[in-house]
């Protein structure tokens, strides 16, 4: 079987954490390019799988999404609203935990990545054409506020995470 799904996107989280690494090296401060490009890159993955890899499997497998479709999108809204507001110890935090969930769910054996490259067979070129066409999220300035606060508290909750575990 060829994996080229999974190889691409587990590559991209490699870049992404790398980028999260760098972002936050210096304790008590945040990088705040490396920390953009991070940001950036994390939305354009999302939208890839919500666009285009989560609705393929879906119209290959008649209609029935992949059993772990709802959970990955559960997590793409709670890790998007992190997203929101700017880098703070429990942001940073909630992001290396939830990511570090959700990449396993992709990455591991019977996941995601290993379905979608199942599916894909004669599919795949054309399949990595649109992940590579894909363009950015545009970016809008982070925002804070009671509002803002309570939004990602409540999208974190709806995936089964609280924000006050990390804080």
């Known amino acids: 079987m060829q994996k080229e799904i999974y190889t691409y996107c587990t590559n991209d ?3 992404l954490e790398a980028l999260l690494d760098r972002a936050t090296a210096t304790p008590g401060t945040y990088e705040m390019n490396a920390y953009g490009e991070f940001r950036a890159g994390l939305l354009k993955h999302i939208k890839i799988e919500e666009t285009i890899l989560l ?3 879906q119209k290959t ?3 029935e999404p ?3 479709a709802a959970r990955i999108r559960l997590d793409h809204g709670a890790i998007t609203a992190l997203m929101v507001p700017p ?6 935090a909630a992001l290396r935990d939830i990511l570090a969930r959700h990449d396993a769910l992709e990455e591991g054996p019977r996941g995601m990545y290993e379905a979608l490259d199942a599916l ?3 599919d795949v070129e054309e399949l990595m054409k649109k992940i590579r066409a ?3 999220v545009p970016l809008h300035p982070h925002k804070t506020g009671q509002l803002i606060t309570d939004a990602t508290r409540r999208a974190l909750e709806r995936a089964g995470y609280k924000l006050s575990d990390y804080e």
């Open 61 to 63: 497998r008649g209609g």
């Open 55 to 57: 609705p393929f499997a």
């Open 87 to 92: 880098p703070s110890p429990a942001i940073v």
């Open 120 to 122: 894909a067979n004669n």
């Open 66 to 68: 992949l059993p772990i």
């Open 13 to 15: 989280h490699r870049r």
């Open 134 to 136: 894909a363009s950015d």
